[in-house]
């Protein structure tokens, strides 16, 4: 495993940049605000690994081995259902972690786990983080309440997929994902987005054809490119606003 220290860039520009012994810089929002001092037995044993296009980090029903703080890219956290279709309930870039059911003391966990784009993240497994735990108490309320970051989003969405047209829910699904990948093309199929919002590949299709047309994206075979941010959330359904909001609204009631 490789030892980790802090650099700091800058007095007046947080936060501080944290990079391993091989120079690979730690993004992930959680472990940046943890005291390290408190916490450096987590930092040494945080393993830097590169994840590829639809990698699946966990499987559901299957016992989590190691968590995952996102370091960038993005996780999309998908509903299984017994036939093999599924639907996407929740995003993950590096404001969080994979792996929130082993806080609550659960071993497994109903929903798969598949990478969007490739990303990179620092690994730790799950018996190492739970012997940390005890000696860095500062790493519990910020898991906790990525957690309930991340339940929120899946409740707003589970109602998004009922009540919203395929058009909306895919400029609601490009802005979620943007915000989190940080970039403004995408590597994205319409066989992989039909699944990410359990619909037909054609009605996916449609709805891209209408965004295009707008000038609020190019869409090109197996890329997606944001051209007009303001307009994509204009033509995107409430659920990227609420779902904003909320996080925002918890955010000032815990500084």
């Known amino acids: 495993m490789a030892k980790?220290?802090?650099?700091?860039?800058?007095?007046?520009?947080?936060?501080?940049?944290l990079k391993d012994d091989d120079g690979n810089e730690i993004r992930n929002l959680i472990l940046l605000r943890l005291p390290r001092s408190e916490c450096q037995q987590l930092f040494s044993s945080l393993e830097f690994v590169r994840l590829k296009l639809h990698q699946v980090l966990h499987e559901a029903g299957e016992v989590i081995r190691s968590v995952y703080f996102m370091n960038n890219g993005l996780g999309s956290v998908l509903t299984v259902q017994p036939d093999g279709k599924s639907v996407e309930v929740?995003?993950?870039?590096?404001?969080?972690?994979?792996?929130?059911?082993v806080v609550f003391g659960f071993k497994t966990s109903p929903l798969r786990v598949?990478?969007?784009a490739d990303a990179t993240a620092h690994r730790v497994d799950v018996a190492t983080l739970k012997k940390i735990a005890t000696s860095c108490p500062a790493l519990e309320r910020p898991l906790q309440r990525f957690a309930m970051t991340l339940s929120m989003q899946s409740t707003q969405l589970a109602a998004c997929n009922r009540l919203h047209d395929v058009e909306e829910r895919l400029a609601r699904w490009l802005l979620m994902s943007h915000d989190r990948i940080g970039e403004e093309t995408m590597p994205l199929t319409q066989e992989f987005l039909g699944q990410m919002l359990g619909t037909r590949r054609s009605s996916v299709s449609m709805a891209a054809s209408i965004l295009q047309k707008g000038g609020m994206i190019s869409y090109t075979r197996g890329n997606v490119t944001i051209l007009n941010k303001p307009q994509l959330v204009e033509a995107a359904c409430e659920c990227y606003q609420i779902i904003q909001d909320n996080k925002d609204r918890w955010a000032a009631e815990t500084t």
């Open 4 to 17: 980790h220290s802090v650099v700091l860039t800058s007095a007046n520009r947080p936060p501080p940049v």
């Open 90 to 101: 929740g995003l993950i870039g590096k404001e969080g972690f994979v792996g929130v059911p």
């Open 114 to 116: 598949v990478v969007q």
